[in-house]
C-alpha cells in the first residue's frame, strides 16, 4: 500500500501514539487529528500547523458522525482511518468504583473504534486505496494484571481487525497494531520497559508500505510466538513484564 497522497483521519490524535502517527503521516498526506482536549489540539496544531483538528469524543454518536462528516469535506474525502483514541485503567475488578472504569474503557477502547469505523465506511469505499488501522496491544494476547477490562477491550479491537480484515478483503486493508507498553500520559505511573510512540508510528508505516497487516512491535512478536505453543507462558511472561516495577 502507498503511504502518500492519503486524506486520514487519526480519532486521539492529540497526543501519544495517535500524534505520532499524525506526525508520521502528515508530509505526504492530508491529516486530521481528532481528540476531547481543545486545548491538547491547539498545542498539536501549533507545533505542526499543517494538521486540521476537531474536538471528538469518540463515545458520542451524533458528536462521531458530524466529525467524521466535517474531516471528509475537510479534507475533499477519506481514505485512512486511524483508531487510536482509547483509555487505560488500573483497578481491582472488586473496587466500588470498577464498573464505571470498566465501562469507560469498554466504551472509548472498543464501542468507540467500532463506530468510527462504521461511519467512516461510505468514505473509505469511494477511496481509491483505503485503510482501517486499529491500535490493539500486547496484553490483546497476554492481559495484564489489574489491567483486566482494558486488556479485554483490546482483545476485541484485535478480534475485531481480524473478522473486518477478511469481510472488507478486496476492498479496504486493515491494519492491527500490537505493541508493548508504549510510554505515554496514560502510562506515566507505570514503571516498565516503553517503547516511544514515534517507535510505534513508524512501524505502523513500514508494515502499511508492505501490506503486513498485523503488527507486532517490540517484545509482542515473541509474546505472539510464545502464546502459540503455551498460552500460559505467554501469560506469565506479560504478568512479570507488568510487575517488574
Known amino acids: 500500500m502507498r503511504t502518500n497522497g492519503h486524506k486520514v483521519l487519526v480519532t486521539g490524535g492529540s ?13 505526504e ?18 507545533d505542526n500547523p499543517s494538521l486540521h483538528a476537531h474536538v471528538l469524543d469518540v463515545t ?18 477519506l481514505s485512512i482511518l486511524v483508531n487510536s483514541a482509547g483509555t487505560i485503567t488500573r483497578s481491582d475488578i472488586a473496587d466500588a468504583d470498577a464498573a464505571a472504569l ?11 473504534s467500532l463506530r468510527m469505523t462504521r461511519l467512516a465506511l461510505p468514505y473509505l469505499r469511494e477511496a ?10 500486547v496484553v490483546a494476547i497476554a492481559p495484564a494484571p489489574g489491567y483486566a477490562v482494558y486488556s479485554a477491550t483490546k482483545a476485541a479491537v484485535h478480534s475485531l481487525a481480524r473478522s473486518l480484515r477478511h469481510e472488507l478483503s478486496g ?6 497494531v500490537l505493541p508493548t507498553w508504549v510510554n505515554t500520559a ?12 514515534e517507535a510505534v508510528a513508524h ?16 517484545t509482542a512478536g515473541v509474546v505472539a510466538l510464545v502464546d502459540r505453543v503455551s498460552p500460559g507462558l505467554a501469560d506469565v511472561l506479560v504478568a512479570r513484564a507488568t510487575r517488574s516495577a
Open 29 to 46: 498526506n492530508a491529516v486530521a487529528i481528532a481528540g476531547r482536549d481543545q486545548a491538547k489540539l491547539n498545542e498539536a496544531v501549533r
Open 102 to 112: 470498566a465501562e469507560r474503557d469498554l466504551e472509548t477502547n472498543f464501542i468507540g
Open 60 to 77: 458520542d454518536q451524533e458528536q462521531a458522525r458530524q466529525t467524521m462528516d466535517d474531516v471528509a469535506r475537510e479534507l475533499g474525502g
Open 186 to 197: 496514560s502510562t506515566k505511573d507505570l514503571a516498565v520497559s516503553k517503547l516511544g510512540p
Open 15 to 27: 497526543a501519544g501514539i495517535g500524534l505520532a502517527i499524525a506526525r508520521e503521516l502528515m508530509n
Open 128 to 137: 481509491e486505496d483505503a485503510a482501517i488501522v486499529f491500535l490493539s496491544s
Open 171 to 176: 476492498e479496504i486493508r486493515v491494519f492491527d
Open 203 to 218: 512501524s505502523l508505516r513500514r508494515a502499511m508500505e508492505r501490506d503486513r497487516y498485523e503488527v507486532l512491535i517490540g
